[in-house]
């Protein structure tokens, strides 16, 4: 099974650089590597980061922390799917 972990953060203004910075050293030192990892900003200072992992549903796999709240508007939104395939 594929499982993809995604989490998402909104800067405080004008720091949407810092957190892209942030986000993806942390994603590059999560313990385990991956079968994938994408990164993602949009507007309002907003970075996404998707990995994909072949585990359980359930499985205890790392995340991303939260960051410093020097850094984003409010805590972090975690979500985990179950992949069905891609077309």
């Known amino acids: ?15 949407g650089a810092d957190l892209l910075a942030w986000a993806r050293e942390r994603a590059r030192e999560l313990p385990g590597r991956p079968l994938r990892r994408e990164t993602f900003r949009a507007p309002e200072d907003r970075v996404l980061v998707i990995t994909w992992w072949d585990a359980p549903y359930d499985a205890d796999l790392p995340e991303l922390p939260e ?4 850094l984003v508007t409010r805590a972090a939104h975690r979500w985990r799917f179950e992949s069905l395939g891609s077309v």
């Open 67 to 70: 960051p410093d709240g020097d």
């Open 1 to 15: 099974m594929t499982v993809a972990l995604m989490w998402e953060a909104r800067a405080l203004p004008g720091r």
